[in-house]
């Protein structure tokens, strides 16, 4: 997914110039939202994960873990209920920037930064279309689940990710056996 990330980046980003996105360094109200990332991406975030040290790694899975019982199928009420994302700093800002999935790196929004907002109500977000980077993503993901022999999932960030843990850090059965065990997603 890494070397996909490398390809696209210089084309998004002249999409996002080129299309006046407004979406600036800090402004993370998309970071509320409900993202559902493939296997292959939550490995590349893992694998920036186990980097840091272990008392680290513990409690982002202990929020990670916490956070599974937050989600729900209702993408709208979870934006509203102002979850955000485990991976956002204190600075508003992104920690796994460089590896952060594929959903992260198209919501390319064009609307004022206010109408991202989840306060007010709802409003229209007007967004570029990057339906081919999507798409190019999601083939990837497959060809790689496929590869390593690995099932073609999604999830939201919070579970794939804590799959992923376990797939790297305990093999097959580590992941397998977390598959078994994801706890209940709170409404979903």
């Known amino acids: 997914m890494l070397k996909l990330y490398e390809e696209q980046g210089p084309h998004l980003s002249k999409l996002a110039a080129d299309g006046n ?15 559902n990332i493939s296997l292959p991406e939550a490995i590349a975030i893992a694998e920036k994960l186990l980097q840091l040290p272990p008392k680290a790694v513990g409690a982002i899975g202990r929020l990670l873990y916490e956070q599974t019982e937050k989600l729900t199928f209702d993408k709208e009420a979870y934006f509203r209920a102002n979850i955000p994302c485990v991976f956002l700093d204190s600075k508003k800002e992104c920690s796994i920037y460089d590896v952060r999935p594929v959903p992260c790196r198209t919501y390319l929004a064009v609307s004022p930064p206010e109408q991202c907002s989840s306060e007010g109500g709802e409003k ?31 999830a939201p960030i919070p579970v794939a990710v804590l799959w992923a843990i376990r797939l790297i850090t305990e093999g097959e059965a580590g992941f397998l056996k977390a598959l078994a065990e994801t706890p209940p997603m709170g409404n979903a």
């Open 21 to 35: 996105s407004t979406c600036r360094r800090g402004c993370s109200h998309c970071c509320n939202l409900l993202i």
């Open 124 to 154: 229209i977000v007007a967004r570029l279309n990057t339906v081919a980077f999507d798409l190019e993503a999601v083939e990837e993901a497959l060809r790689l689940s496929k590869q390593r022999g690995y099932p073609p999932l999604i």
